[in-house]
């Protein structure tokens, strides 16, 4: 009785490990992304790739590309990241309470190797009532946050005859204006929050 038990024992694991090998070796084509991609940016096929994983995979598999084209990016990712359920929003849940905006920003103003992905805190900055060289840090006005936690979208590869970078960020709508106009001034500057 006790070599029945242990033949049927062995037959049993036997079979586990055939079916988890078999599971282990089937392939399932997953997307993955072809390049850095921002957060709310539209997914196009020019952004997304192919890959073949095994074993049990929670990526989006190839054969869901057009339902992937169209949505919008949840967060930034960067090339070669596997597509996830999670990874996507729809326009509406993108663009909600949400405006992009063109500013102008003197390069002085906006930290070095600034670019698409970034988050920053948007300042504005008031002109020096009393313009001198002796102004000490403690006198200075410390500026207006406009907008805190903006996403850069776009940034220029070049200055513009005047010095400024192009940038276009994600900014809550009801600041949107305010920014634009300030950017009009030249009043506006850009500090990194987060990251190198």
Not at 36 to 60: F, K, N
Not at 70 to 85: I, N, Y
Not at 137 to 162: C, K, Y
Request: without cysteine; hydrophobic residues 45%.
């Amino acid at each position: 009785m006790r070599l029945v038990l242990t033949l049927l024992l062995f037959v049993v694991v036997m079979l586990v490990i055939g079916f988890v090998i078999e599971r282990a070796g089937a392939k399932t084509q997953v997307l993955v992304l072809a390049q850095r991609v921002v957060q709310a940016q539209e997914i196009t096929r020019a952004d997304l790739t192919s890959t073949d994983l095994s074993g049990g995979v929670s990526a989006i598999s190839v054969d869901q590309l057009e339902q992937v084209l169209g949505q919008h990016a949840a967060f930034t990712m960067e090339a070669g990241t596997l597509l996830q359920p999670t990874s996507l929003i729809g326009q509406d849940a993108a663009n909600a309470g949400q405006s992009s905006v063109g500013i102008s920003v003197p390069v002085g103003l906006v930290p070095e190797g600034l670019r698409a992905g970034d988050t920053v805190r948007v300042m504005q900055i008031p002109e020096p009532e009393n313009a001198s060289n002796d102004q000490t840090l403690a006198g200075l006005s410390p500026g207006t946050v406009v907008a805190d936690g903006a996403l850069i979208t776009a940034v220029s590869e070049e200055p513009t005859s005047a010095g400024n970078l192009v940038i276009t960020v994600r900014v809550p709508t009801d600041v949107s204006g305010p920014l634009l106009v300030a950017s009009s001034w030249g009043q506006v500057g850009l500090i990194r929050v987060g990251g190198a």
